[in-house]
């Protein structure tokens, strides 16, 4: 569906919830009813003409958009070009990865050595790559679903493969606030998917409660990173021991 198509369709929808018919219309626009029909059933139109129809129902045009931009299905994964662009530029990959935890411009520009300038500029490539949509006041849209994931083996996961896991993993978690579990054991494999449906769901949950939390004092809020991870798997160094 083409996106002008998309805003009539909006548009009757509108229609129907005010209870305006097509003669109600044809009356404003001072049209007949079968030529009002006519043009809406194409699908296409100017938009000059959508605004005058926004008008006649005294419906914002800039609202009318937004409902189909938020409609429209958002994003599990990145295409692999939107990934090689966006792990091209460590500031543009730091800024998708605070826009993927909601950050406000003011906190990326209040915690990191970025100047709002180049903060701003990254947001417009983000917006440009079809990851945010910018709105006025350098607010967002994030046009990834909550299930989104990183590419399993593409750009962005090989970055942090490289360059972040044994910078995690380093780490004690000793402390009361941090736990690092290995368990292993022998599954069915039509049990294996239950597991990994739990772990998303604790995903979720942390990601709820960092939302929720971003209306506390900076100083009553620690960043921490939630690692989940389940996949068949061996310890090569142990492979030799098999039977």
Same mark, same amino acid.
Not at 54 to 75: G, Q, Y
């Given at each position: ?37 006519? @043009? ?37 994964? @990145? ?34 050595? @970025? ?66 579990? @290995? ?61």
């Amino acid at each position: 569906m083409s996106s002008t198509a998309a805003l009539i369709a909006a548009l009757k929808q509108e229609m129907k919830s005010a209870g305006v018919t097509y003669a109600g219309l044809a009356q404003r626009l001072g049209m007949a009813e079968s030529s009002v029909k006519r @043009m809406l059933a194409k699908g296409e139109m100017p938009l000059s003409r959508l605004d005058a129809i926004c008008a006649a129902l005294k419906i914002d045009f800039a609202d009318l958009a937004r409902t189909v931009a938020d409609a429209r299905p958002l994003l599990v994964e @990145m295409t692999l070009e939107q990934e090689k662009a966006v792990v091209a530029d460590n500031k543009l990959l730091l800024t998708a990865i605070c826009v993927l935890s909601q950050w406000t411009l003011e906190q990326i520009v209040r915690y990191y050595r @970025m100047t709002e300038a180049e903060t701003i500029a990254r947001l417009v490539k983000l917006d440009h790559l079809g990851i945010i949509e910018l709105r006025p006041l350098n607010r967002y849209r994030l046009k990834l679903a909550k299930t989104f994931r990183w590419r399993p083996h593409g750009p962005v996961m090989r970055f942090f493969r490289e360059h972040a896991l044994l910078d995690y993993f380093s780490g004690g978690f000793d402390h009361d606030d941090e736990s690092l579990l @290995m368990v292993h054991g022998s599954i069915s494999k039509s049990l294996a998917p239950s597991f990994v449906e739990r772990l998303q769901r604790v995903a979720q949950d942390f990601a709820q409660a960092h939302h929720a939390d971003q209306k506390l004092a900076p100083q009553h809020r620690e960043g921490y990173t939630l690692l989940l991870a389940m996949r068949s798997w061996d310890f090569e160094g142990f492979e030799a021991l098999r039977r």
